[in-house]
């Protein structure tokens, strides 16, 4: 399990942007965390990591503490941030540099997944595009086999085709054993990959919930002749409305994530306090 608890963080002791979040990630689940452009997103991802430590209260993962980023910690993490630079050696001599690191690396796994995602095995790695080198770490991330596989923005600079190999390859690669984080403002990204959804906003962790969940209880709808009472919040759309109401007749609707985050970051209290 991976557990945070009671964080406080700020980048200056005047400005926290956490204030005692705490959240527990399970085990089996491809999370996809939303938040606003600042809200804090990255920095909760490397909190998690243990590349910045917390002012007060932990992230624990296995029972190692992030902050002592412990070998047996290390190996358990594999992190891919928004901007990477990768070295002047191909796919193959990387893995061999880097793979013994992590235990559990799978080398068929990665090249299968290189060729999944049409990047040359043997092409040196700091001359790929920004879009091919992405999915080089994403290979390699998934091979670790790690408990952990945090990802920000990991799909900036795939191409559409690749969009859709990305989520067929991620969803292959869940296991029981190990827990998917993806941080991104292209939520349509996402769709049919993740299955639960957090949201951070306000130093807080607001939302922590299974698309399940979510779908049981509210209805995802594009009818202005809805039940006044039971809609929770709606917006324009092209040629009516795009609503969130009471799931009252326990019908089960396809969550659309960019109306309820939408609908959580302007007025988060009424959709929030019905979903928990
Ligand atoms: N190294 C740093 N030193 C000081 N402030 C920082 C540092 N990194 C980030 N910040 C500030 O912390 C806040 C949160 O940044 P963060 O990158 O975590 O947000 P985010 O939710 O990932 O944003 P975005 O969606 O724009 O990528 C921002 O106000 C940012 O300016």
New binding site residues.
């Given amino acids: 399990m991976i557990e945070i608890s009671n964080l406080t963080f700020g ?2 002791k005047k ?1 926290l ?1 956490f204030k005692n979040l705490n959240l527990k990630l399970q085990m089996g689940h491809i999370y996809g965390l939303l ?12 909190n998690l990591a243990g590349l ?1 430590f917390p002012l007060e209260g932990q992230c624990k993962l296995k029972g190692y503490r992030a902050a002592d980023r412990l070998p047996g910690f290390l190996q358990e993490l594999f992190f891919i941030p ?1 901007e990477i630079y990768l070295p002047g050696t191909s796919a193959v001599q990387f893995a061999q540099s880097t793979a013994h690191f992590y235990p559990k690396f799978d080398e068929g796994q990665y090249f299968r997944m290189l060729a999944e995602f049409d990047v040359p095995q043997t092409s040196i790695l700091s001359k790929l595009s920004f879009g091919q080198q992405k999915k080089v770490m994403i290979a390699f991330g998934l091979a670790t086999n790690t408990t952990l596989l945090i990802m ?2 990991p799909t900036n600079g795939l191409d559409i085709p690749s969009k859709a190999k990305f989520r067929r390859i991620i969803a292959g690669a869940l296991t029981e054993e190990r827990c998917i984080i993806i ?1 991104t ?1 292209q939520i349509r990204d996402l769709d049919s990959l993740i299955d639960s959804l957090l949201i ?1 906003h306000e130093q807080e962790i607001v939302l922590n919930k299974s698309l399940d969940e979510i779908a049981e209880r509210i209805y995802f709808g594009s009818s202005a002749l809805l039940d006044k009472e039971m809609v929770l919040y709606e917006e324009p759309h092209r040629i009516g409305l795009n609503t969130m109401s009471v799931n009252h007749n326990e019908v089960f609707s396809k969550v659309d994530m960019e109306l309820l985050f939408s609908a959580v970051i302007s007025d988060h209290k009424s959709v929030i306090n019905h979903l928990n």
């Avoid at 938040?35 to 490397?46: E, I, P, Q, V, Y």
């Fill in positions: 980048y200056s400005k942007l938040g606003k452009n600042g809200a804090g997103k990255s920095t909760l991802l490397k910045v928004e920000d923005e941080s403002h951070v």
